[in-house]
């Protein structure tokens, strides 16, 4: 059931609400799903009942995407200002140290969950922060890039090319491996929602400096990589198990950026394996 729920957080211009919109079906542990950079909760919605076989899952628009509302003005999109509205997301909902999984920015977001100790383990699928600066460069490129695409084409053309399998993939083919299995109802949400998303040119100048550099202990970490990611290439994920050690680092076969829609099962599999 797609619910939303607004609390109230600090900003410099003092105390400021966010409201936030979620889906949330299950039972069992809470499970946190955060999507990628100009997404929506429903890039998880492939996986969701697989998931809520087993556990609680609260799939979120995060701030300035989706259905949620932006930041309050003044407050950054960086991650000393989204971790700790992500766990008063958590407070609100009567959610203690939930289990987290994260795609993308999202991957980034739950891996300092984390690292801060706020949640009981971490499932991260393709996590930003584990790039060279040409890679980073590349990536930001790649997603300025469809962000103008998604703006400047009129939403009949979206619909139209969304009918077919190659239009499928020019919309969505840099983010999945197997574009023309996503439906064309998906495809059109998702790229209206990169289209209008207000937290996207902030996010990305405040991910211009970031690279994930701490090591997690304290909690269990599951670092995914599709192998046929395209925006943040799979030889990051080595890079990542050697900043994480402890890590368990998993290879997905035949799958892309957003590698949900590619292989439900086995990214289910995946993220539950992670929690147990």
């Known amino acids: 059931m797609t619910r939303e729920i607004s609390f109230t957080v600090d900003a410099p211009q003092g105390p400021g609400v966010v409201s936030v919109r979620y889906e949330r079906r299950g039972g069992g542990d809470p499970l ?7 997404h929506h909760w429903q890039a998880w919605r492939p996986v969701l009942d697989l998931l809520a076989a087993e556990r609680d899952v609260i ?23 989204v971790v700790p509205v992500l ?3 958590c407070t609100a909902l009567d959610v203690d140290r939930p289990h987290v999984a994260g795609n993308s920015l999202g991957g980034l977001l739950a891996l300092e969950l984390g690292r801060a100790g706020l949640v009981r383990s971490v499932t991260a699928l393709s996590p930003a922060g584990f790039w060279t600066e040409g890679e980073r460069r590349y990536a930001f490129g790649t997603l300025r890039a469809m962000r103008a695409g998604a703006r400047t084409l009129p939403v009949p053309l979206v619909e139209r090319l969304s009918r077919s399998a190659a239009g499928r993939a020019a919309l969505a083919g840099t983010i999945y491996a197997r574009p ?16 209008e998303a207000s937290g996207f040119d902030q996010t990305l100048t405040a991910g211009r400096d970031v690279l994930f550099l701490d090591d997690i202990r304290h909690v269990p970490v599951t670092i995914a990589w599709g192998t046929r990611d395209r925006l943040l290439l799979p030889r990051q994920g080595p890079r990542a198990k050697r900043v994480v050690p402890a890590a368990r680092l998993v290879r997905l076969p035949g799958c892309g950026h957003v590698p949900m829609n590619d292989d439900p099962a086995l990214v289910a599999r995946v993220i539950l394996d992670g929690s147990r």
Do not use: C, K, Q
């Open 32 to 38: 946190l799903l955060l999507h990628g950079i100009g």
């Open 59 to 81: 799939a979120v628009d995060l701030p300035g995407f989706g259905a949620s509302s932006a930041l309050p003005e003044g407050m950054a999109y960086d991650l000393a200002s």
């Open 87 to 89: 766990d008063g997301l």
């Open 180 to 195: 023309g299995r996503r439906s064309p109802e998906a495809v059109v949400a998702e790229t209206l929602a990169l289209r």
